[in-house]
């Protein structure tokens, strides 16, 4: 049984609620469903690392409440890296890139605050900085074992889901590719690179592993122990994706479910969403009192 007084939901702006704020978003209606009081975390644009920081901080902060709640955290594309900016002159911003965003006009950033002002500037050099698929994931891999490690070592039930993207690759003829936050087709631009320590030697997996003398590579198992973990979401697609394919078979519109909510999950998708955790949960950790 979980005997909990509290949720506490983190993520990006698919957990903020975006345009609706929080009462229109999952976390009042999973808190609603499961009787614990909702204390939402979750911010506008947040990257993966920030939403682990946000959530470390808020429990090492607040003990007295992490210790009588259940974590339910959605994790954002791993694409997205936060930039802190400071010019030493005014407060300083943030803003968050994806390696795409490059590919892109950019208009929003020529329209952002000083943060993201410097970036359209610099873009052409900070292009090389965030470009980068295979480092993009392992940052989020990383995220979730400092999340599991600290909920677990703590005794804190939890439960991790994918909000944007589905991080869990998929393996084709024997290489892993990151799928794309609407679809599972394979592209090429976003193949990982992965090795395996078996067949190493211990001078190439030192230089592998701790002189990354080619880059960042993440090992095989790696990548399948975080995914064998039951209490990383993986029975069904991530968040959007899930509510782009079920637009398209009930309404034959992939906007469904973001209607009036300027692209986000809308309150339809929200109670949705809240039932397939409450049921997720209670399978997880047993009914709520």
Known sequence: MLDKKFLIANGCSFTEGHMLGNDGAWPKFLGEKLNLDVINIGKGGSGNDTITWRTIEFAETNKDI???SIFVIQLTECLRYQVYYD????EPQ?????????DRHMNQFKEGNN????????????????SNITFSLYKTLQNITSLVSYFESNNYPYI???????????????????KES???NINKQFKLETFKKSI?????????????????IIEENFIE???????????????????????????????????????????????????ILKEYINKTFGKSK
């Open 66 to 68: 992490a210790k009588e």
């Open 87 to 90: 010019n030493l002159v005014d």
């Open 94 to 102: 943030e803003w968050h890139v994806t390696p795409l965003c490059f």
């Open 115 to 130: 943060a993201a002002k410097w970036i359209y500037k610099n873009r052409e050099e900070l292009v090389y900085i965030y």
């Open 160 to 178: 991790i889901f994918d909000g944007i993207n589905d991080h869990k690759p998929i393996k084709v003829d024997n290489s892993y590719y990151l």
């Open 182 to 184: 609407n679809s599972d």
């Open 200 to 216: 190493l030697s211990s001078e190439e997996y030192i230089r592998q592993m701790v002189r990354r003398t080619h880059g960042y």
């Open 225 to 275: 122990n975080i995914f064998s973990n039951e209490k990383i979401f993986k029975e069904i697609p991530a968040m959007l994706k899930y509510f782009i394919n079920t637009g398209l078979s009930e309404y034959n519109d992939d906007t469904h479910y973001f209607k009036g909510n300027g692209g986000h999950p809308n309150i339809e998708a929200c109670e949705i969403w809240a039932n």
